[in-house]
T-cell receptor, first 115, second 109 residues
Framework: GAGVSQTPSNKVTEKGKYVELRCDPI?????LYWYRQSLGQGPEFLIY????????DSGLPNDRFFAVRPEGSVSTLKIQRTERGDSAVYLC?????????????FGEGSRLTVL | KNEVEQSPQNLTAQEGEFITINCSYS?????LHWLQQHPGGGIVSLFM???GKKKHGRLIATINIQEKHSSLHITASHPRDSAVYIC???????????FGEGTQLTVNP
């Protein structure tokens, strides 16, 4: 597609369940970012991929969160043993270039609700 | 204190008014982004700045690197400009973006 695609757009799950969120970046974009946005707040950095490797995963809140990008394109954010505090909109963005010249293109987000 | 601070948090204007949203940051940066977020969550990149000034239609963004400050201006505001405007900086030490809390703009007809 022409833009960054995220699925599902909405996910409701129960506390303790496992969740996967998918991001399909713009074709050819090597940089991919995951952010989390809680209601009324600005997005919070989670993890950044350059190609297949996680170049910076320092924003992941704890070891229940994990993300992969095995072929350098689609990325999956995985959350184990979900907690109510994980409820947020999870945003994915991609960029053609790394660093100061890399304009970001955002997906519509995946809204996760943990009951 | 947040690394990126925006003001005001909320802004209500009448159609046609000139709007200014401010962003101050405390870290060294390689670029600053202004983003627009509409209800429902979609984020659109408006500007990416590393120096000076950029203009696109009715939108103008300026940055003063020495003062660590940027402004987003909207001329002849319109109700369709109503959205959250977010300032984000890319730190020189890495590739992550650090976001401000956003400014909720409401333009009334």
């Amino acid at each position: 597609g022409a833009g960054v695609s995220q699925t599902p757009s909405n996910k409701v799950t129960e506390k303790g369940k496992y969740v996967e969120l998918r991001c399909d970046p713009i074709s050819g974009h090597t940089a991919l970012y995951w952010y989390r946005q809680s209601l009324g707040q600005g997005p919070e950095f989670l993890i950044y991929f350059q190609g297949t490797g996680a170049a910076d995963d320092s924003g992941l809140p704890n070891d229940r969160f994990f993300a992969v990008r095995p072929e350098g394109s689609v990325s999956t954010l995985k959350i184990q043993r979900t907690e109510r505090g994980d409820s947020a909109v999870y945003l994915c963005a991609s960029s053609l270039l790394v660093g100061a010249t890399g304009e970001l293109f955002f997906g519509e987000g995946s809204r996760l609700t943990v009951l | 204190k947040n690394e990126v601070e925006q003001s005001p948090q909320n802004l209500t204007a009448q159609e046609g008014e000139f709007i200014t949203i401010n962003c101050s940051y405390s870290v060294g940066i390689s670029a600053l982004h202004w983003l627009q977020q509409h209800p429902g969550g979609g984020i659109v990149s408006l500007f990416m700045l590393s120096s000076g000034k950029k203009k696109h239609g009715r939108l103008i963004a300026t940055i003063n690197i020495q003062e660590k400050h940027s402004s987003l201006h909207i001329t002849a505001s319109h109700p369709r400009d109503s959205a959250v405007y977010i300032c984000a900086v890319r730190e020189t030490s890495g590739s992550r973006l650090t976001f401000g809390e956003g400014t909720q703009l409401t333009v009334n007809p």
